[in-house]
């Protein structure tokens, strides 16, 4: 089933290029070109409006330019409040699902960097991102914050269920998103119990996506497939015992979500679903279970750490062989994938980064297998919004700044805009890349988006 992007009616964007400042039309209108780029810019001299080859490698990912491709790695659960499945051994949680996960998620993130690619964990060790302080347990980790919205944080008895989960969840998706990662992988455990809880002896791998995005169908499903066949290969070599190929599963799990902007009958509890959902292509993994106890071992165990990770990057090597259309938008100067940190407060701990320079110079990358004929444009524009950030495309973007030349895969070209100024009380700018008939925040590469600088 595909869906359309949800549209903003309550947003309203009220500034675009097109009719407050002229779009830089070449390159040689720009001979200032140098002077405005930031001064941590990698290229500060690099003429704006030409073609960058790609610059090649020996990536298995991406050959052309894996420095322009960014892998969410997230290691599923985590912090003192939760553990994911716990030991059924009792060994404690060292021995639980969080600490497996993560185990496999940086066993991962060191192939993928060893390939070139850059690499966000989502969580990079036994921490929450949204809070984990519950001193009745003995977690004295930091205030819970609101992420999601919903007007509640926090743990425990007097809150509605998963209330803690789905702001961390929210947090998760956030950061993924910020970074603009081209796909997020979610890393997971499963146990597998009779109805009255008692553990089988039962070892399976299974892959979840949502086929309800506009690039479900055409990109999640496809990501979900090469994974899990490579993760089934990989641990059933390394196992001695049964396993099962439970295959993909389209759910909106959570992490791999649409945006829910009200329930629906197939999703009645918004509870249980992200207000901002993945923009990339999402995937969440069971690579095994601990309920049998031999697989419980092997995933404990380095070869069963490395097996899996294994099979997760090979799947991401036939994915990226066959993904055709994507862009990375990325402010000249700064890296593809660099994490937002978290700010102070009370509510979503990540937003997007300020936007520094007028006009703005930004890099724009062919990241799919398919070269771009000349003619693509950015498109964006200044949105009024009290959200961290925006979660689909805004009505009214126009096309901004110069026509692209054409990119081979791998190639960029640094272009320069100029949107005018923010709206009153501040506002997002967003960014998003036209080629051919395709808007590519549709097509899961995700827009850049930089908020007005405090006045
Ligand atoms: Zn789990």
């Not at 055409?218 to 899990?228: D, I, K, N, T, W």
């Not at 990339?280 to 070869?303: K, N, S, W």
């Amino acid at each position: 089933m595909t869906r359309r992007l949800p549209i903003f009616l309550a947003l309203t964007l009220v500034a675009c290029g097109s009719d407050t400042a002229p779009p830089s039309t070449s390159p040689s209108a720009t001979p200032a070109a140098s002077a405005v780029a930031p001064s941590r810019s990698a290229e500060p001299t690099a003429a704006a409006g030409a073609a960058v080859p790609a610059p090649g490698s020996d990536s298995v990912i991406y050959p052309p330019n894996p420095g322009q491709i960014v892998v969410a790695v997230e290691a599923g659960h985590g912090g003192c409040l939760d553990w994911g499945v716990p030991d059924p051994g009792e060994r404690g949680q060292d021995f639980s699902e969080k600490a497996i996960t993560m185990a496999i998620a940086r066993a991962l993130a060191d192939r993928l960097a060893a390939d070139g690619v850059r690499v966000l964990l989502v969580r990079d060790g036994d921490e929450a991102l949204a809070g984990d302080h519950y001193p009745a347990l003995g977690c004295d980790g930091a205030q819970f914050r609101d992420v999601n919205g919903d007007g509640i944080a926090g743990f425990g008895p007097d809150l509605p269920e998963a209330t803690r989960t789905r702001d961390e969840l929210q947090a998760r998706l956030d950061r993924a998103n910020l970074a603009r990662a081209d796909v997020l992988v979610s890393i997971h455990v499963d146990s597998i119990t009779d109805a009255a809880g008692t553990p089988l002896p039962i070892a399976r791998t299974e892959t979840f996506y949502t086929d309800e995005t506009p690039w479900g169908e055409m990109s999640a499903q496809p990501l979900a497939a090469s994974v899990q066949d490579a993760l089934v290969r990989a641990m059933d070599a390394v196992a001695a015992y049964e396993r099962q190929d439970r295959g993909i599963n389209a759910h909106n799990l959570y992490l791999v979500a649409p945006s829910l902007l009200e329930p629906t009958a197939e999703r009645p509890d918004p509870l249980r679903q992200p207000t901002r959902g993945a923009l990339m292509p999402a995937i969440l993994v069971e690579v095994g279970t601990i309920t049998l106890p031999e697989e419980h071992e092997l995933l404990l165990d380095g070869i069963g750490t490395a097996a899996a990770a294994d099979g997760i990057f090979e799947g991401l090597v036939a994915w990226f062989g066959q993904r055709d259309l994507a862009a990375r938008i990325t402010p000249a100067g700064t890296e593809p994938g660099d994490p937002p940190e978290a700010v102070p407060g009370e509510g979503p701990p990540f937003r997007p980064q300020p936007m520094e320079g007028r006009p703005l110079r930004l890099r724009i990358a062919n990241t799919g297998t398919r070269a771009w004929d000349a003619g693509a444009r950015l498109i964006g524009g200044w949105v009024a919004s009290d959200g961290p950030y925006l979660y689909g495309i805004p009505e009214g973007i126009t096309p901004v700044g110069p026509e692209l030349p054409a990119l081979e895969p791998g190639a960029s070209v640094v272009v320069e805009v100029d949107i005018g100024e923010p709206p009153p009380g501040g506002g997002l700018a967003w960014f998003s890349l036209q080629v051919g008939a395709e808007n590519l925040a549709g097509h899961g590469s995700p827009a850049l988006q930089l908020f007005s600088a405090a006045p």
